[in-house]
């Protein structure tokens, strides 16, 4: 309980008898009886008290009886106790002892009593609650204070350890001021506490003195904050004095307790590494319309983490703005705006993109546009694709009449793109295809074309070039019944997949190095494996694990390889025997160096987005030469986020080459072992603050001569989409479904980006309209809804009689050919583009936004635009959308809300997904609008086109953690499954719901899930530390107590009898004291009065009595 408010006065009493107190009995009496207040209640009573200045009335008797000729320790032992107590809650209480004149008087008590064990004690906690001002410990340390301070801990003692515990705490306190740092390096202190841990370590056993080595380290944590702290821990072998003694606290589960805090320091006190690049920019460069063709790093600094630390040191960290604060507050920004940011007369030009409006649908040719026209102006679409065009390359007269006659494209000898020639690496596995063959090796190869010029032998310089074209054709020839003869012995149907289809579309795609081979997997297809893939379990302290041999490296560089075995950007390098061997150069790869540095571990270094340098996360690459049955470990070290899904149960998939042809071509959630944590590494050139995290992973290949691929989540290229769209539009029944697929644009790599338009074919103009348009970071959402609507299902059918679907599946084409994870070829991220998108730069958003500008400018803005997205570091399926009110309600705006007029039914979609759809989450949809959004597709759509329902869906790169897929990782099947109940979600939006939720529909869709109740989107925190902190964790104030109150526990005895032996004799402190709660012990034995006499005083001093709660 707590006092009530009425006994202010007696308090206020108590303190300033407590200052004017002329005699020992009084002061310890009122001494007490705030002692016994203080401690039955809780913290509030001593903020109260510090309110009502308590802090100041102990200061002030403490500097009267300090001050005296022959100071009275009877007094001041209890007083000083107290205020220990005291000001540790006190935050200004640095500040006030300086203004009191205490902190010197208490440092002078200190050297006066180093020989008396409970006065030095008690000194030091005053001391240690008095730095929680800056210019306080400054003071203490001008004043050699850290010199007397340091000489009271010595090495390993078995008496008067509460003393020795007191003193290396109050060293560490004065530790967080550089000054302080600066003078203990300069004195070589960081030696000595590292010597001291040793011994106390090597002599204390399996539970003595725990608290002892728990505050050494706190110290040297606290000296290492800065650069020179640093240096001199590692010139002093801190590193491998910290890494042996953790090794033996492993062997002892009552020492664990050091483990972690040993571990976080040797993290932050590991070296500044570079990563071992040459540039940090991209592999993939690519000359930008209108700009300079150079992108230059930014000049090397010396540490850029101490240094930022450094900064730190003596100011709070200035803290991230609120997510409140990120809201938009002005309502003229989240209202409608209806101008467009370009002239009308631009707008006509997208008319053509709605072929449904202009045509008799009876007459309608059903046949999709031309991509690309092999001539320049042989047809309309060529014509309006030319006008949209901002950026094209063209080719050569022979490379287009190539083109035309075998729908290969040459890769370019020049010039930073090229078209890619893709070679199939199936057609190196004939040789040993026959899978019952011991010598079957799977293995891909550098070129078809190669292979077989070699064995025919090169051509003369002065053969003629139809000739060389002759030999081209029948190269071509063989290499297709290379491949009907591999597709019809081990060749799986998967639906909407045609492997010879899809290297005609891989044929005409644009890539910055001109990819010349295709990976398999995107070649062969992919069927979901049989069953779901439940999430993996987190192995007990994995990091740690894995932090201890990354530390081993450091301790131990001669058992480190360091061989370099696969580089994106040198093409000549000699792979080792008997390594794995890497490759990455092929559509949606990413991998730019692997470096081997033991017999089975790799560290895996990202390319950055085209054009940048940063943004690496994605990983897709191909790995062969494996020992079968072999734990393999990969390190993916320069990844950018500070937290990852691989942390919650993620894995990475693995394609196995062998099991394809063996009938199981399956993408599979692969690797064990598997965290997510900072590391030590550093851009190569110097980009500053810039932290870099590590994924680490184990893998064991099942077959020795097997090819494996690797990738971040389950690829889907550029080329896999033009297939399919082509394979749709072949599988509809024309006379049912409207489909035509069209350009909207050439992206910047001359690749075009298509828009797809679906309905029924109804035989009058007669139904209602709705146009969505999609962007698909999570493209086998979009495959799902593209095949569903394309279907025959009766759901699909009663939707195209509806709406009419206005699809782009792909807007950033040239990024995903090029293996990016965020930007597009311009550096920049697309999402961020919408409101004001270049349309030199960034072709596709400017088309996109023209086109929904058009749909407005005739009366036919979209009833719903969906962009889909995929989440890193989210669980489940969610939507984001955008709500004025809402937004105005969380953010604290001062405007009335009640008068604002919302329509209710940009939820209809979120809650209908939420009946219908397994992985879908109501309760993680947010619809707040942030100011860090405002140029999002989302917000910019919401709030320019006046598009009610406009959504980003998101979908988790893991899994669920609610539903019927708790607990599992979301494959192709249930992503795709996801696009389908995205489009069951639309029949919410009809008027007729009766006539629609018919017999013939109702029973194809599953409306009895519901997602449990999850109010916290985002993760909990990691079981280990992703991060090394450069804070320690704050002292507990009722350990300090509790040294306190142990302490006194102690002085049953008269103080003057305790001077014998160094800093006097006492018996150890004992885990059972260590652990009292905040108990009155102020007083020696003979002082202590009973409980009648404590309420006849307190009576006496406040006559309504209420000060006693």
């Known amino acids: 309980m707590t006092a009530p408010l009425s006994s202010s006065s007696g308090l206020e009493v108590l303190l300033s008898t407590l200052q004017n107190a002329g005699d020992v009995e009084s002061t310890l009496t009122i001494l007490n009886v705030l002692d016994e207040l203080l401690s039955a209640g809780t913290d509030r009573r001593i903020h109260y008290m510090i309110s009502k200045g308590g802090s100041e009335a102990l200061l002030s008797a403490l500097v009267t009886t300090a001050r005296s000729f022959?100071?009275?320790?009877?007094?001041?032992?209890?007083?000083?106790?107290?205020?220990?107590?005291?000001?540790?809650?006190?935050?200004?209480?640095?500040?006030?002892?300086?203004?009191?004149?205490a902190v010197l008087l208490t440092l002078n008590l200190l050297r006066k009593n180093d020989q008396h064990a409970n006065r030095a004690a008690a000194c030091l906690w005053v001391i240690q609650v008095f730095c929680s001002s800056v210019s306080t410990a400054n003071q203490i340390g001008e004043n050699q204070g850290l010199d007397v301070i340091y000489r009271l801990i010595p090495h390993y003692a078995t008496k008067n350890q509460h003393t020795i515990k007191a003193a290396i705490d109050a060293f560490a306190a004065l530790l967080c001021t550089k000054a302080n740092v600066c003078w203990v390096v300069s004195k070589g202190y960081i030696f000595g506490l590292l010597r001291l841990y040793e011994d106390w370590h090597s002599n204390g056993g399996q539970h003595d003195a725990i608290p002892i080595r728990y505050s050494l380290l706190r110290c040297l944590h606290k000296v290492t904050n800065s650069t020179a702290g640093r240096q001199a821990f590692m010139l002093h072998g801190g590193i491998r004095v910290l890494y042996e003694s953790t090794q033996t606290c492993l062997l002892c589960k009552g020492l664990e307790s050091l483990v972690e805090p040993s571990l976080q320091l040797m993290r932050k006190c590991l070296p500044t590494t570079p990563l071992p690049l040459t540039s940090d920019q991209s592999a993939y460069t690519f000359p930008l319309p209108g700009r300079a063709h150079?992108?230059?790093?930014?000049?090397?600094?010396?540490?850029?983490?101490?240094?930022?630390?450094?900064?730190?040191?003596?100011?709070?960290?200035n803290p991230k703005p609120d997510y409140d604060d990120d809201l938009e507050t002005d309502p003229n920004k989240l209202r409608f705006c209806p101008d467009p940011d370009r002239p009308n007369e631009l707008l006509p030009q997208y008319s053509r993109l709605c072929p449904e409006l202009s045509h008799d649908f009876q007459e309608l040719d059903l046949s999709s546009e031309s991509e690309e026209g092999s001539t320049s102006s042989s047809s309309s679409s060529d014509d309006e694709a030319v006008l949209l065009n901002t950026c094209s390359f063209g080719s050569s007269r022979r490379d287009r009449r190539r083109s035309s006659a075998s729908g290969d494209w040459s890769t370019s000898s020049s010039g930073s793109h090229s078209e890619t020639e893709p070679d199939t690496a199936a057609a190196s596995y004939l040789k040993a295809c026959d899978l019952h063959s011991d010598s079957s090796i799977l293995s891909t190869s550098p070129s078809f074309r190669t292979m077989v010029r070699e064995a025919r032998g090169k051509a003369p310089p002065g053969q003629r070039g139809d000739e060389l074209d002759d030999e081209e054709d029948a190269e071509e020839s063989h290499h297709g019944t290379m491949i009907d003869t591999l597709l019809q012995r081990h060749g799986v149907c998967i639906p909407h997949h045609e492997p010879r289809l899809y290297r005609a579309a891989a044929a005409k795609t644009k890539s910055i190095p001109g990819f010349s081979i295709l990976a398999f997997p995107d070649f062969w297809?992919?069927?979901?494996?049989?069953?779901?893939?439940?999430?993996?379990?987190?192995?007990?302290?994995?990091?740690?694990?894995?932090?201890?041999?990354?530390?081993?490296?450091?301790?131990?560089?001669?058992?480190?390889?360091d061989q370099v075995v696969f580089d994106l950007e040198d093409s000549s390098l000699q792979c080792p025997p008997d390594s794995l061997r890497f490759y990455s150069k092929f559509e949606c790869g990413n991998l730019r160096k692997a470096v081997q540095v033991r017999r089975y571990e790799y560290d895996l270094i990202l390319n950055a987005d085209a054009n940048c340098n940063q943004h690496t996360q994605w990983f897709y690459f191909e790995v062969s030469n494996m020992v079968p049955s072999t734990p393999y470990r990969f390190n993916v070290i320069n990844c950018?986020?500070?937290?990852?899904?691989?942390?919650?149960?993620?894995?990475?998939?693995?394609?196995?080459?062998?099991?394809?042809?063996?009938?199981?071509?399956?993408w599979v959630r692969s690797g064990t072992e598997i965290c997510y944590y900072r590391n030590h590494y550093c851009p190569a050139r110097g980009r500053r603050?810039?932290?870099?995290?590590?994924?680490?992973?184990?893998?064991?290949?099942?077959?020795?001569?097997?090819?494996?691929?690797?990738?971040?989540?389950?690829?889907?290229?550029?080329?896999?989409?033009?297939?399919?769209?082509?394979?749709?539009?072949?599988?509809?029944?024309?006379?049912?479904?409207?489909?035509?697929?069209?350009?909207?644009?050439?992206?910047?790599?001359?690749?075009?980006?298509?828009?797809?338009?679906?309905?029924?074919?109804p035989a009058s103009r007669s139904w209602r309209d709705m146009h969505q348009l999609r962007e698909s970071n999570a493209s086998w959402v979009m495959k799902g809804t593209l095949e569903f609507l394309c279907s025959s299902d009766p759901v699909a059918q009663s939707l195209r009689e509806a709406f009419i679907f206005k699809i782009i599946p792909m807007l950033n084409p040239d990024g995903v050919i090029n293996g990016t994870n965020r930007c597009d070829l311009n550096g920049e991220d697309l999402n961020r583009q919408w409101s004001k998108p270049d349309p030199v730069l960034s072709p596709t958003i400017y088309h996109t936004k023209g086109f929904l500008y058009y749909l407005n400018s005739i009366g036919r803005t979209p009833l719903v635009f969906c962009d889909y997205h995929g989440h890193s570091r989210k669980k489940n399926v969610f939507l984001y959308g955008c709500s004025l009110k809402e937004t105005l309600w969380q953010?604290?705006?001062?405007?009335?809300?009640?008068?604002?007029?919302?329509?209710?039914?940009?939820?209809?979609?979120?809650?209908?997904?939420?009946?219908?759809?397994?992985?879908?989450?109501?309760?993680?949809?947010?619809?707040?609008?942030?100011?860090?959004?405002?140029?999002?597709?989302?917000?910019?759509?919401?709030?320019?086109?006046?598009?009610?329902r406009s959504y980003t869906m998101e979908s988790t790169h893991n899994g669920c953690d609610q539903g019927i897929y708790k607990g599992l990782q979301t494959g192709t099947r249930e992503l795709q499954e996801m696009g389908l109940k995205f489009c069951h979600s639309l029949l919410s939006l009809t008027k007729n719901m009766k006539a629609l939720y018919s017999t013939r529909t109702i029973n194809h869709i599953d409306l009895d899930h519901k997602s449990h109740n999850c109010f916290e989107d985002d993760e909990p925190p990691c079981v280990e530390q992703i991060e090394y902190s450069t804070d320690w964790p704050l002292y507990n104030g009722t350990d300090l107590d509790s040294d306190v109150n142990s302490n006194m526990a102690r002085a049953d005895e008269k103080e003057e009898d305790n001077d014998e032996g160094h800093r006097g004799g006492?018996?150890?402190?004992?885990?059972?004291?260590?652990?009292?709660?905040?108990?009155?012990?102020?007083?020696?034995?003979?002082?202590?009065?009973?409980?009648?006499?404590?309420?006849?005083?307190?009576?006496?001093?406040?006559?309504?009595?209420?000060?006693?709660?």
């Open 891 to 948: 953010s604290g705006s001062s405007v009335n809300t009640m008068g604002l007029k919302e329509d209710p039914g940009y939820r209809t979609i979120s809650k209908t997904l939420d009946s219908i759809a397994p992985a879908f989450s109501f309760n993680s949809c947010n619809y707040l609008v942030e100011k860090s959004r405002s140029s999002t597709a989302r917000v910019v759509v919401w709030r320019e086109m006046g598009v009610l």
């Open 525 to 561: 297809g992919h069927l979901p494996p049989p069953g779901h893939e439940p999430m993996a379990p987190r192995k007990p302290h994995v990091q740690r694990q894995k932090v201890f041999e990354d530390v081993q490296r450091f301790l131990n560089p001669d058992d480190i390889m």
């Open 294 to 317: 150079t992108v230059p790093d930014i000049e090397p600094e010396a540490d850029m983490r101490s240094e930022a630390s450094d900064d730190d040191e003596e100011a709070e960290d």
């Open 1066 to 1109: 006492m018996a150890n402190r004992s885990n059972g004291q260590s652990q009292q709660s905040m108990k009155s012990y102020l007083f020696p034995h003979p002082m202590r009065q009973t409980s009648s006499e404590k309420r006849s005083m307190c009576n006496s001093v406040s006559a309504n009595g209420q000060i006693m709660s």
């Open 640 to 666: 950018e986020k500070s937290n990852s899904q691989f942390n919650y149960g993620m894995q990475p998939v693995l394609y196995s080459v062998r099991e394809a042809l063996e009938g199981r071509p399956h």
């Open 70 to 101: 022959s100071p009275n320790y009877t007094l001041l032992l209890p007083l000083l106790h107290l205020l220990a107590k005291v000001g540790q809650r006190d935050r200004r209480i640095g500040m006030k002892a300086d203004e009191a004149g």
């Open 689 to 761: 603050r810039t932290t870099f995290y590590t994924l680490t992973f184990t893998v064991a290949f099942k077959h020795s001569e097997d090819v494996c691929y690797l990738a971040y989540h389950y690829p889907y290229t550029y080329s896999a989409l033009k297939a399919n769209l082509k394979l749709l539009q072949r599988s509809v029944d024309p006379t049912k479904v409207f489909f035509q697929q069209q350009v909207l644009c050439s992206t910047l790599a001359g690749n075009v980006c298509p828009v797809v338009t679906i309905t029924a074919c």
